[in-house]
């Protein structure tokens, strides 16, 4: 990370994440406030990114699939914070012991429709469960819908796992409504492959660009 | 579509979109060919927006929702063909009196997986239906999984209507996985305000 920063001139953005973090200064406005239910959210940086992977990890448990998690920091750090980032991520953080303790995120990128236009899509929203029930997931969805507003989103979408009862409570008590028509579709490494090798080869007459 | 070109330096481009198209001489090798099964894949340009939303259109009406496109042609514009594409477009073309003719589409975007990395992600694909079962889908799809395996996504996404029955075959067909466990929620622009305006003043402690 160090490195990535410092060739890409994001030196002052490191130096400030590393020596901030340990003392607790990062969280400004934090250091004032004393009630356990304060917490504050702010944009992820590159130094975020270990903390980041952390919460994919807590999430993917929940999830039940912990092992599936295969992300690596390097590729977090080229494709979101790089000249075009492919995603967006917010940190939730509260302080604890005089130090600022990540407790929750929402991973985020901007998809398209073709009747509408642009989509914000949120692909991970997480709260560790010691701190569920104050506001913190209403904080990071909030945050993220006004990011989309002001980036003239026509929509707001997610997905959510048909047995995650809490989530799906939580979603609908907020105003947003379940697409049941539609089923996602995929292919994964293998199945692209496959599919270059086999049937693609085999049954188009397109001519070679 | 014009001002929009010229502005950002792609004069060339627009005036040679328009030139030919009329003669068909956008279709080089295709004035070559005179079977009917012979396509061509293109990366869609700026003077290709009237086309990619008659295209969407004919789509919006096979999934039984047509008056639900709003969609501009300067959205599509601003958001497809400037500096920092939202979005890709394959056109699929035939030639027909010797003229190109756009006979399908496929829509794409990178989206991401937390567990993985980078994901493409297909927003619609479709062929005109007096030009199904030539390959086409096919093509277009081939085209896209190969520009995947290019950016280096780990996965190529979609989502079909669970009612489009002939959709689900062909999809079933060509090795993809319905992941049935996940549903997809939405708020509009209509919730995305009442919920900045309701809930969110109210249930925050910042």
């Known amino acids: 990370i160090r490195d990535f920063c410092l060739s890409r001139g994001l030196g002052d953005v490191y130096k400030r994440q590393v020596s901030t973090q340990s003392t607790g200064s990062h969280c400004p406005r934090m250091s004032q406030l004393g009630e356990s239910n304060k917490y504050q959210i702010r944009k992820a940086e590159p130094a975020d990114i270990p903390t980041i992977i952390d919460l994919i990890h807590r999430l993917a448990e929940y999830e039940k699939q912990p092992e599936e998690v295969v992300i ?7 494709d979101g914070f790089g000249e075009k980032p492919l995603f967006h991520v917010y940190l939730a953080e509260i302080l604890s012991a005089d130090k600022c303790l990540s407790v929750g ?11 509408k236009g642009r989509v914000m899509y949120l692909e991970d929203l997480f709260v560790l469960p010691e701190h569920r029930g104050k506001g913190i997931g209403v904080g990071l969805l909030g945050k993220c819908a006004e990011e989309a507003k002001r980036l003239n989103c026509k929509r707001f979408e ?35 492959n496959a599919f270059l090798e086999g049937k693609y080869s085999g049954k188009t007459n ?3 660009q």
Not at 105 to 115: H, N, P
Request: hydrophobic share 40%; no cysteine.
């Open 158 to 192: 997610w997905a959510v796992l048909d047995w995650n009862t809490p989530a799906i409570k939580f979603y609908q008590s907020i105003g947003s409504k379940p697409l049941n028509e539609w089923i996602k579709y995929r292919m994964d490494e293998q199945a692209i």
């Open 72 to 78: 690596t920091n390097q590729q977090l750090l080229e």
């Open 206 to 208: 397109t001519e070679k």
């Open 105 to 115: 995120f929402a991973f985020y990128f901007l998809t398209y429709s073709t009747w």
